[in-house]
């Protein structure tokens, strides 16, 4: 003490060498140099220099004489302190023996003994080691300053001896506090400096670190006589705002907390200025209140109360131990006032750390022993130590985390270890975390870079946590017996714990990371697949709906078709495919029992037969081959009627009788839609040279001319027309009815144009005017040209009822007998309803006196012209009923040029029809008779279709 003290009161003469330099073979590590700057010219960030280390090597090197005579030694070099200069470190070194300042020495002589007092009672409760320990303390001194920055750590003689432990040096501290500096000197030096920045806006942080009992709760918060550094920060800030009342008024918040053990189990933070518990999450602490003081007394007060709540216990070491770490702050969020303008301030933090000391078991006493009661008491101090000492220790890793390297070998120890300590604690290659402080109101002291740590300590780069919360369940778990060697096994565990959970993580991560990458990928395809299902599944429904569609089109025109085939009754009705003959009597002997019932093309109305008509028109040359046949039939039936003697080919397989009789039958049935002519129904049989030439002529066209306008039905005409003619032949009359019906299919229309067209029908007509109207388009075809004009014929037949200009007739009526002279004439000149117009009014009355061949022909010509005629060219110029009626003369015109009148009255071309056939030396002539025929054809087609449809 006596050396110290001489060193400490000659500051400026040089240290004098160590007599004895002991090199420690794990030698101590040594304390960084205090940076030269202070916290004033911190501001200006002036360049750090290269600080060289310490030259101790070079110290040893130097060889001492034998002798060594006192001479000066040089100087040591200024230690400039190489790391960072917001962090400075400070050494008190508290007396053995408390020699009370004068000043307090009588006002506090009583309080002071009765503090020492309390500690020599509870040193007094081991007698062995309170005598062992005053006699220690008594004698020997182990820490002295050897330097304002540097200090010797000397071991006691008995062990120095036994042990061979050497005195050590540490140096390089911001500055060294004697034994005899007083709280004032600490302040001014220490204190004073970090709180004149935090007034100008620069946080910064005290704390207090050191053995149990070794002042730290005496330099902080002193006593009432001798205030600590609190106090007189309080009374420094508040007197500085006191004394520039006029210009500016400053508020502060003021908050104070304590994290301490409960029973070892559990750290617990408790507000001190209320004593209410905080909530604690790791580093981060909830709840705090803070509390606006304005003036040093306020201040004071709460800071006092505070320090009542705070927990301490009687320890061997000191009879008034903190056992929880206290923390203080001020900060300051106020407002200056500048004349008229309040400007807002720094919401800087001044904080001040009150740790609570290292204690080792054997000094403090806290191992249990046969006292029960002094034995719970020692139990719960150790397990306060335990936390205490590991409190400590990780707040010691911070401070020296903050002073090495980033990146060396000190560095990753220090992280390590700390990193075991506090699991929780975020290390930074660059800085480093101390202390965070929570509340309710969002407080925090979030130290870091540029934050002025002035006192004890000071750091830099501070962001978290303080480390007192740790191994909260080690501790807790373990027996008191083996609590220090298990806590040091869990920690081991706890590490390696730590390790495996971080490999774990990373896994786990990594799997996270595969599984949801998978998902991911599942999900696209997912949708994938759900996109096109959406899409099938509307094609599905649209191949559906079209389905319907056509299911449903399919049945309209199967309902069509069959409409269709209902209207060709009337030819397919008697095909082929059942006993033609006998149908077809039947059918004439129903029809003719009750008409209208079975067969329809007489019993219908006109426009269902007109409709049937027109398929039958429809038809391909399988209708027109019916017309044909029909044609036959009629021969026939002419033949029949007209009374000839000599039978047609098949005459003698035929049944005249049952052929003709079904043949009138129908007739008769037919008559009774056929006009009512004025004509005589005389039954006078049309020509019979006619007819029998006719029928010659037929028989021969039939077997030869092809069918209708396609070549390929020639054929088939022909094995139709020899079908028929077997049929004729082998059936008899009965084959004949089916070829009738087709014509009178054909006939009907006439019939029902007549019909319509005002003529009157009557059934008391003979069957002959009818057999005649047949007959008389029969011989239509069969006056053409014997030369064999096949296509002509094939026409004629064809279409029916296709007649209109074919000269070729005169010849066939040339040959009839003179009672067909007007025939002749008729059907020369007129061959139409305005020819018989013509006749009328050029005094050939038409009367039903004339010879029924005459009315016959007449009528059928009418009927030819009416059909290929409008309805209302037929009506207006086709009034049968009128026959008198007077109109203008007219002269009488060929029939060709009627026809060709017609034709280019009705602008119609004829495109398809053209003859085939070109024989023999008529070519010419038969050339411009098919072309008239042929327009004459179509033209009757279309009409007849057009008006159909
Ligand atoms: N420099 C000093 N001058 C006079 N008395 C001192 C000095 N340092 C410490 N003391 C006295 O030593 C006793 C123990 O001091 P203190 O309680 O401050 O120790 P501590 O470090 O806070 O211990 P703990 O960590 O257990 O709380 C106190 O009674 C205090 O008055």
Redesign the pocket.
């Known amino acids: 003490m006596q050396e110290e003290s001489r060193r400490v009161e000659s500051p400026v003469s040089p240290p004098p060498c160590p007599g004895t330099v002991t090199v420690r073979r794990n030698p101590h590590r040594r304390a960084r140099p205090t940076p030269k700057t202070g916290l004033r010219s911190s501001s200006k960030k002036p360049e750090i220099p290269n600080v060289p280390s310490f030259p101790i090597q070079d110290i040893l090197a130097i060889d001492l004489p034998p002798n060594p005579t006192p001479a000066p030694a040089p100087a040591p070099a200024p230690v400039e302190a190489p790391i960072s200069e917001n962090l400075k470190v400070y050494v ?1 070194i ?2 053995i023996s ?1 020699e009370l300042p004068e000043s307090v020495k009588d006002s506090s002589k009583r309080d002071v003994s009765s ?1 020492y007092r309390v500690k020599h009672r509870v040193a007094r409760s081991s007698p062995k080691k309170r005598d062992a320990t005053a006699k220690k303390k008594s004698c020997e001194i182990c820490v002295t300053a050897t330097s304002a920055s540097s200090v010797s750590l000397s071991p006691p003689k008995d062990l120095q001896e036994a042990k061979r432990i050497k005195e050590e040096v540490f140096e390089g501290f911001s500055h060294v506090f004697r ?1 005899d500096s007083s709280q004032n000197e600490v302040y001014e030096r220490m204190v004073k400096p970090l709180v004149e920045d935090f007034l100008r806006g620069t946080s910064g942080m005290l704390a207090a670190l ?10 902080v918060f002193g ?1 009432p006589r001798d205030p600590g550094i609190v106090p007189r920060v309080l009374q420094q800030i508040f007197g500085q705002t006191d004394g520039n009342t006029n210009s500016s008024q400053r508020s502060f918040y003021l908050s104070m907390f304590q994290i301490c053990s409960e029973r070892g189990k559990a750290e617990k933070a408790f507000d001190l200025s209320n004593g209410v518990e905080l909530s604690m999450h790791q580093s981060t602490i909830k709840g705090l209140q803070e509390v606006v003081v304005t003036d040093v007394g306020h201040a004071e007060s709460l800071i006092e109360a505070g320090m009542l709540r705070r927990a301490t216990a009687m ?1 061997n ?6 056992r929880s770490q206290c923390i203080i702050n001020i900060r300051d969020v106020g407002s200056r006032h500048n004349g008229e303008v309040d400007v807002p301030m720094s919401n800087a933090n001044l904080t001040f750390v009150d740790f ?2 290292a204690e080792r078991e054997k000094k403090t006493g806290n191992q249990p022993n046969s006292n029960v009661v002094w034995s719970v008491l020692q139990g719960e101090r150790l397990l306060e130590s335990n936390f205490i000492n590991n409190t400590s220790m990780v707040f010691g890793l911070c401070l020296r985390i903050l002073t090495v390297k980033p990146g060396g070998e000190d560095y990753l120890e220090t992280s390590q270890f700390l990193q075991q300590a506090a699991p929780f604690m975020k290390i930074k290659c660059d800085c480093l975390i101390l202390l965070r402080v929570g509340s309710s109101s969002k407080f925090s002291l979030n130290l870091s870079r540029g934050t002025h740590v002035s006192g004890i300590l000071r750091f830099n780069n501070v962001e978290e946590t303080s480390g007192v919360v740790r191994n909260k369940r080690q501790t807790t778990a373990m027996p008191r017996t083996e609590h220090a060697k298990r806590v040091k096994i869990s920690r081991t565990k706890a590490s390696v714990t730590e390790e495996e959970k971080s490999r774990s993580a990373k896994d786990e991560n990594r799997e996270d990371r595969v599984l949801l990458h998978f998902a991911r990928a599942m999900w696209n395809v997912l949708n994938e697949y759900k996109r096109k299902l959406k899409v099938a599944e509307s094609e599905i429904e649209s191949l559906r709906e079209n389905y319907a569609n056509e299911t449903i089109r399919t049945a309209e025109l199967e309902k069509e078709l069959k409409n269709l085939k209902e209207g060709c009754n009337c030819i397919n009705i008697y095909s082929t495919e059942a006993p033609l003959a006998q149908r077809y009597a039947n059918t004439d002997l129903d029809a003719s029992a009750s008409p209208g019932a079975d067969e329809p093309s007489i019993s219908e109305s006109s426009d269902e037969v007109e409709r049937k008509v027109h398929s039958c028109l429809l038809q391909t040359p399988e209708c027109n081959m019916q017309n044909e046949r029909l044609t036959t039939f009629i021969w026939n039936d002419n033949m029949k009627h007209a009374g000839d003697s000599d039978p047609p080919q098949a005459q003698g397989h035929l049944d005249p009788n049952t052929h003709t009789r079904d043949h009138l039958v129908l007739m008769e049935d037919e008559s009774v839609r056929e006009p009512a002519f004025d004509v005589s129904s005389s039954s006078q049989s049309p020509d019979k040279a006619f007819v029998k030439q006719d029928k010659e002529q037929y028989v021969k066209t039939e077997s030869e001319q092809p069918c209708g306008n396609e070549d390929s039905c020639g054929e088939d005409s022909e094995l139709d027309s020899s079908r028929n003619m077997e049929n004729l032949k082998d059936t008899g009359g009965s084959s004949e009815p089916h070829v009738l019906v087709r014509k009178d299919s054909c006939s009907t229309v006439e019939l029902d144009d007549l019909k319509s067209n005002g003529y009157e029908v009557s059934s008391e007509q003979p069957a002959e005017v009818n057999k005649d109207v047949a007959s008389t388009q029969v011989s239509s075809s069969a006056n053409e040209d014997s030369g064999g004009d096949l296509e002509d014929s094939k026409l004629d037949n064809s279409r029916g009822v296709e007649n209109l200009g074919a000269t070729d007739r005169l010849e066939g009526f040339a040959d009839v007998g003179s009672s067909f002279q007007p025939n002749v004439l008729v059907r020369k000149d007129s061959c139409s309803t305005v020819e018989l117009d013509d006749l009328k009014s050029d005094g050939e009355e038409v009367s039903s006196d004339q010879p029924a061949e005459v009315n016959k022909y007449v009528a059928s010509t009418q009927v030819s012209s009416s059909v290929n005629q409008p309805e209302k060219l037929l009506k207006s110029e086709s009034s049968p009923k009128l026959p008198n009626q007077e109109k203008p003369r007219r002269r009488l015109l060929p029939a060709s040029s009627v026809l060709l009148r017609n034709m280019s009255y009705w602008n119609i071309d004829d495109e398809t029809e053209k003859p085939k056939g070109n024989r023999g030396g008529k070519k010419k002539e038969k050339d411009a008779k098919e072309e008239l025929r042929t327009k004459g054809s179509a033209t009757l087609l279309r009409l007849l279709k057009g008006d159909l449809l």
Do not use: C, D, L, Y
Request: hydrophobic share 10%.
């Open positions: 008190r508290r007396p408390i503090r034994t050191g053995p149990s009992g070794s002042g730290k709760t005496h330099t006593s320890t070491s000191n009879s008034q131990s903190s609570a000391g």
